[in-house]
């Protein structure tokens, strides 16, 4: 399923992301929502991005975008976005418009909302074959089938000119998707893009997502809470917890063998099936995640960690590279057989 | 493109299946074909409405005028004829003489006409003796003197008659125009109420027209930057609207109808423009009424443009909107292309609701002589029945508002029945 991650070198970076700090002026004051995240995205690979609410997994992938509210946000100096040699962070707001949906795409959560109620699934998907391509009217009529037949909607000639009102939850998420990957983005940002639909649906769509993903190249950064998405999807996870990226890992080493508490609590709180598992109370973590106005000076975890030391509450841990593609940021990572 | 218009005919068929927005619209379109007719075909001009056409406070539909009533006008016709007759040059001063600019005195000699009049005034002589007409025709006069009540109508009737022959006999086109000009009633300068009524429309539908378009248009823009851009932009269009309807709207309205002077604000605009005005609407949007335009659209436009807003910044924080951003549109394509058109219903529904707005405060307008200076108006309409409603006359002020009621409910209908049309999730 996953391919090694190992074998990659620079020249396959899609992304680089280096200590992107984004923060918010708010009227308490400033608050910092994500900072000095740092992460690659390889061609063609699925990069988990996940944590729990508010960590700022959406915030990094907006501050990809530079989709947030531009009069309130501010980000670090030297923060970096690099698309190829290009840092997207100096990009004008005219730069940035010809890379969004020709270079990166995005997909949202809410597959309800996330088409225009008033236009046909066909005018949705031609208006953006329209904007970004030199396509005639019925070219684009072509291809517009031919992607909503990519994404696996039967008989698309009658759903091209059909309400998104008419399409099921999962129907809807498959345009979503179709019009994501209609100018062939190198890159695919998922914003938790199943966690509104039913299970047997998300099965489908991820599956869907990762077909893709073989056949176009699309490098997709997948931001999920759900840990059984990522297993199922990624070949990396980068785990982040109150702002910061608290371990980077290929995603197989990760479940079996993770460094951070904080990733061996998340792993331990996953609901179980099985004899073994009957009649146990289901592991949580204690605590709650601190607010971003008040954040501990030094190890962000330390109040929800049960291998606390002294050390953890006066110092702050840097992120540790490990082995070429394992990085903790812990003075204690766990080394577990 | 084929899958708007396979939209446009699914919004067509649902439309049609709506039987009251269907009579509400064919309602409309006429009012709207005679306001056409009117303004550019011109078949009742302003001068038809100004004439005076018959007796004074004549009820309508053909229905009894009281015996008293018919005297006197028999007797202010042979009186007159009469007069012109004893003039130095009675054939000169007879053919100037047409009743309500219509009849002209029959052609027949001198002594003829003199012979006419004298067998007018026996048969009217014979019935002025009696004290009270109304009365004896009806039988409730106690008095053995009189006649009865038979033969009192039979002598008026004889009377009418011996009046109507000193005038030349109507041609079939003069009657049928007449039977029209009478049929609902006459107002107290004896003018035609069901002329006035219909050449109302055009003022009505003008107004109706003119202020929606303006407002909706002003509304909507104005709506949709304060939703979408926010910040400075929607402070001053707050601003603006806060201002606005703070104040009493009939007082804002009284105050700009007063400030632009009964109407003469096209002659500056014109030398301001070099004449842009005329050569724009050349008279046909009525320079009196710009005046009412303009404070109608000064206080009508907060209505679309608070809706607007609101729905705007709504719509801008969904999905499909982000998804519009990040599929790299621009601002402006993304405001014009995706969210006004999820704002057009309630365009249309403000439209309408403001269409019926301008025409009832043009009424209220008029009713206090700040509105329509030229011509007849159903608020002039309704103002002028004031003391014909104490003399239970009911035709002026019933004819106006008919009118103006089956055009305010056809809208009402209309802009319901779109409302449900035009929401793709409504089947």
């Keep these: 399923m996953s391919t090694s991650p190992a074998t990659s070198t620079a020249a396959e970076v899609a992304l680089s992301v ?15 929502a994500v900072e000095k995240a740092s992460f690659d995205l390889h061609r063609g690979e699925a990069l988990g991005l996940v944590g729990e609410s508010g960590c700022g997994k959406s915030v990094t992938s907006k501050s990809i975008m530079r989709l947030l509210p ?64 030199k396509l005639g009217r019925s070219e684009r009529k072509r291809r517009v089938i031919e992607l909503l037949d990519m994404v696996e909607i039967p008989s698309p000639e009658k759903r091209y000119s059909e309400f998104p009102h008419q399409l099921s939850g999962g129907m809807r998420q498959r345009v979503v998707i179709a019009m994501a990957l209609a100018c062939e983005p190198e890159i695919l940002i998922a914003d938790e893009p199943t966690t509104a639909l039913d299970v047997t649906i998300q099965a489908q769509i991820l599956k869907l997502m990762n077909d893709l993903r073989e056949r176009t190249g699309t490098a997709i950064l997948l931001i999920t809470h759900d840990l059984g998405v990522v297993a199922q999807t990624c070949d990396r996870v980068v785990v982040m917890y109150a702002g910061q990226v608290v371990e980077q890992a290929p995603v197989r080493e990760l479940f079996h063998n993770p460094s951070h508490p904080y990733t061996r609590a998340l792993l331990r709180s996953i609901p179980r099936s099985g004899k073994k598992e009957r009649g146990k109370r289901l592991a949580t973590i204690d605590g709650i995640v601190p607010s971003l106005t008040n954040m501990p000076p030094a190890c962000r975890f330390a109040d929800r960690c049960d291998c606390r030391e002294d050390r953890c509450t006066a110092e702050p841990p840097h992120l540790v590279q490990l082995n070429e593609d394992r990085s903790v940021r812990c003075h204690f990572p766990v080394h577990s057989d | 493109m084929s899958d708007s218009s396979a939209n446009d005919s699914r919004v067509l068929r649902k439309f049609l299946r709506h039987k009251p927005a269907v009579v509400a619209s064919v309602v409309i379109a006429v009012y709207g074909v005679v306001a056409f007719v009117l303004l550019v075909v011109g078949v009742i001009t302003l001068p038809d409405t100004l004439k005076r056409v018959g007796a004074e406070l004549q009820p309508g539909l053909s229905s009894e005028r009281l015996p008293e009533k018919r005297l006197l006008d028999c007797e202010w016709l042979i009186d007159r004829i009469a007069s012109l007759s004893e003039r130095r040059n009675p054939e000169k001063a007879l053919a100037a003489f047409s009743d309500m600019g219509v009849r002209r005195i029959a052609d027949v000699e001198l002594d003829e006409l003199l012979n006419r009049i004298d067998l007018a005034w026996e048969s009217y002589d014979e019935l002025a003796d009696i004290e009270d007409v109304t009365a004896a025709a009806a039988g409730t006069l106690d008095d053995p003197d009189v006649p009865p009540p038979a033969e009192v109508r039979s002598m008026l009737t004889e009377l009418e008659k011996r009046t109507d022959a000193l005038l030349e006999p109507m041609t079939k086109a003069e009657k049928s125009t007449r039977w029209f000009e009478l049929l609902l009633g006459t107002d107290r300068q004896g003018r035609s109420i069901f002329y006035r009524a219909v050449y109302s429309v055009r003022v009505a539908i003008l ?64 030398k301001v423009t070099g004449g842009l005005l005329d050569r724009l609407i050349g008279g046909r949007l009525d320079e009196t009424l710009i005046p009412v335009y303009i404070a109608f659209t000064a206080t009508f436009w907060i209505g679309p443009c608070r809706v607007v807003r609101g729905e705007t910044m709504k719509i801008k924080e969904l999905e499909y909107i982000q998804a519009a951003t990040v599929m790299g549109f621009g601002r402006a394509r993304i405001l014009l292309r995706h969210v006004l058109p999820n704002v057009t219903y309630l365009m249309l529904i403000n439209f309408s609701l403001l269409f019926i707005g301008a025409i009832k405060s043009e009424v209220i307008l008029s009713f206090l002589g700040l509105g329509v200076k030229k011509g007849p108006s159903w608020g002039i309409m309704i103002s002028q029945s004031k003391s014909e409603v104490i003399n239970s006359f009911f035709w002026q002020i019933g004819t106006a508002t008919t009118f103006m009621f089956f055009l305010v409910l056809a809208f ?12 793709p999730k409504h089947v």
């Design chain 2, 207 to 270: 107004i109706g027209l003119v202020t929606a378009l303006l407002s909706v248009t002003i509304g909507t823009l104005a709506g949709l930057a304060a939703g979408y851009f926010g910040g400075w932009v929607d402070n001053v269009v707050t601003w603006f609207y806060s201002t606005f309807a703070s104040i009493p709207n009939i007082v804002l309205l009284i105050l700009l109808a007063f400030m632009f002077d009964g109407g003469h604000i096209d002659g500056p605009i014109n």
């Design chain 1, 18 to 32: 280096r200590n992107l700090t984004t923060s918010f002026r708010t009227d308490r004051g400033i608050v910092t």
């Design chain 2, 412 to 423: 009402n209908v209309l802009s319901d029945a779109l409302q449900d049309v035009l929401d």
């Design chain 1, 70 to 133: 531009e009069h309130i946000t501010r980000y670090g100096k030297d923060s970096e976005v690099m698309l190829g040699p290009d840092n997207l962070m100096g990009y004008s707001g005219r730069q940035m418009r010809d890379i969004r949906g020709n270079r990166i795409a995005m997909i949202f959560q809410e597959p309800m909302t996330a088409l225009n109620p008033v236009f046909t699934v066909g005018w949705q998907l031609d208006e953006a074959l329209k904007y970004h391509t």
